[in-house]
């Protein structure tokens, strides 16, 4: 019955984050026709500043519909929203959560099994945010006249996921540090912007960034997954979460 | 005797500058009512969490069900084993009381269905409503139902009747005296109401700054505590009693008042050698117990 707490204390954050982001993947298909149409009218940019090369890029990229998707959805919206929904999904809601803090900890469970059925409910969660959008692109590709294979919507799906989760098991072991909901909300999404803005400002980190392997870039431009990365981020998440229920099992009440 | 449910030696816990607890001892033998009595803040909570395992000593002993209470594994047994409430009645604000116990049923193997249909009945309550929702008293009932439909052999109730009007304290003793009448359990309350510690308590420990001060059963209490009153012509002489028992003395004019456990005879006897002019020797109610020991100490 743990899990039953765990998805009461989530579920409307799971249920947003889920809507907003299937509205966005069908929103973004439904919207190349048009973007195509800008694409084709778009005047030369000038490539000589960052801006001009980035926005060049984009353009380049969306005159095709696996580009265009990769760009506009995988790099940009579905990163953005991923990475909010992975912190917001693994703040709060460990012990105290719309109270009751004590009585969870006056029940016959570990604090580890608390802790794993909360993380477990969590990414459950998370997969669903994640996979849900990116098999609804390759299902309703055909709706515009285009085609995106599946088995690219699920690597690109695993890359997002495995990366997020790390985001999900930092916002759940700050969530062990401290009892509101806010504080690990914040921590990690502002660990999250210094990590963006360290790609901005140092290039060469950008390959190695945590948000470049969320894009799932590798995925799009060879067509293979990441493995060292998503193994590295995965190894990250895990001990992140191992963290958090070591941290959670030491703590006072 | 027969092995306690719980047993504290020595216990100490430390949160950060604050010492909670500064040497705790408490034995509750199976079967009592244990009332813990102790001022705000005298470590009444503190020691129960650290009976649940929500807080780890820092040092010292503590057992229950002869668990180690502070290691993960035993800690869990023992919950399994235990109803508690919370002072603040803890539950989950957003369930219905019946999605709350539906939640917990699943916990507890013994979960007593029969009282569970039993208390709905007598405490009337709404199985549909929020939890938020209810009153400060319909709260504590339904949070006491929670605990004591767990078919529980011991009942942790951290003051049970915090904020509750005389009715509705009234019904929640009633319900835990009736509970242990009717059911093999041992009742650990804590307090700072001394009347409901004396109205239901066999057994008391009295807390003060996070040691024990006071404790065994409230009938032996009762019998062993005097107070001896010495009335002199004059200015009382400076108390230099030698009788062993002697808890606090109080020199007022003409008057000395001992307040001794134990040993009033020769306190007595002691007192004659100072020629007063009457002595007096009263028991005491547990209110006066509890007011001299820990007022003594503050002094």
């Not at chain 2, 002869?66 to 603040?88: C, K, M």
């Not at chain 2, 009381?97 to 013994?110: V, W």
Request: glycine fraction near 8%; include cysteine; aromatic fraction near 8%.
């Amino acid at each position: 019955m743990l899990w039953y707490k765990a998805w009461l204390d989530t579920r409307w954050r799971f249920t947003i984050g889920l809507a907003l982001l299937v509205c966005g993947a069908w929103l973004t298909v439904l919207g190349y026709p048009r973007v195509t149409r800008l694409v084709a009218a778009a005047p030369a940019i000038d490539t000589s500043t960052d801006l001009g090369r980035r926005l060049s890029e984009i353009v380049s990229l969306s005159r095709g519909f696996r580009g265009y998707l990769w760009a506009q959805w995988f790099r940009q919206t579905a990163l953005e929203m991923g990475t909010l929904f992975a912190v917001l999904l693994g703040s709060g809601g460990l012990v105290s959560h719309g109270g009751g803090d004590l009585y969870t900890l006056s029940l016959p469970v570990s604090r580890t099994r608390l802790l794993f059925t909360r993380a477990a409910v969590g990414l459950v969660e998370l997969f669903l945010i994640v996979f849900v959008p990116a098999l609804l692109i390759a299902a309703t590709a055909p709706a515009v006249g285009e085609s995106y294979g599946f088995g690219a919507a699920l690597a690109q799906a695993v890359c997002l996921f495995v990366a997020a989760s790390a985001f999900f098991g930092l916002a759940l072991l700050l969530s062990t540090s401290y009892s509101d909901v806010w504080r690990p909300m914040l921590i990690a999404l502002a660990v999250a912007f210094v990590v963006g803005l360290a790609q901005i400002r140092y290039p060469p980190f950008v390959s190695y960034s945590i948000l470049t392997l969320m894009t799932g870039e590798t995925v799009f431009r060879t067509g293979h997954l990441p493995w060292a990365g998503l193994a590295a981020a995965a190894a990250l998440s895990t001990s992140l979460i191992g963290t958090a229920a070591a941290n959670l099992t030491r703590r006072d009440y | 005797m027969a092995d306690p449910v719980i047993e504290a030696i020595g216990l100490r816990k430390t949160y950060g500058d604050v010492e909670a607890l500064r040497g705790l001892d408490l034995r509750v033998p199976a079967g009592s009512i244990f009332g813990l009595l102790g001022r705000n803040g005298a470590g009444k909570t503190t020691t129960i969490k650290t009976l649940l395992g929500m807080a780890r000593p820092t040092a010292g002993r503590v057992r229950v069900f002869g668990l180690p209470a502070d290691e993960q594994e035993s800690s869990v047994a023992i919950r399994r084993r235990t109803g508690f409430v919370s002072e603040d009645k803890d539950l989950y604000d957003t369930m219905t009381l019946a999605q709350m116990i539906a939640f917990t049923r699943p916990f507890y193997p013994r979960w007593r269905r029969d009282l569970e249909a039993k208390y709905l009945r007598a405490f009337e309550l709404p199985v549909d409503r929020t939890l938020k929702t209810l009153s400060r008293g319909t709260r504590t009932k339904a949070a006491l139902l929670l605990a004591l439909c767990r078919g529980a052999d011991l009942l942790i109730l951290d003051e049970p009747t915090s904020g509750l009007d005389p009715a509705a304290s009234e019904d929640v003793l009633q319900a835990l005296v009736r509970h242990v009448a009717h059911e093999d359990t041992t009742i650990v309350f804590s307090s700072h109401q001394i009347a409901e510690v004396d109205q239901i308590a066999d057994r008391i420990a009295i807390v003060d700054r996070g040691r024990t001060v006071v404790s065994g059963e409230l009938d032996d209490l009762r019998a062993s505590y005097r107070r001896v009153q010495l009335v002199f012509a004059d200015d009382a002489p400076e108390p230099g009693f030698r009788a062993p028992g002697i808890v606090r003395t109080r020199r007022e004019r003409r008057v000395l008042t001992v307040l001794c456990d134990g040993g009033a005879d020769l306190v007595v006897q002691e007192a004659r050698a100072l020629h007063p002019v009457s002595v007096d020797v009263t028991a005491v109610t547990l209110k006066e117990i509890f007011l001299e020991t820990v007022a003594g100490r503050e002094e």
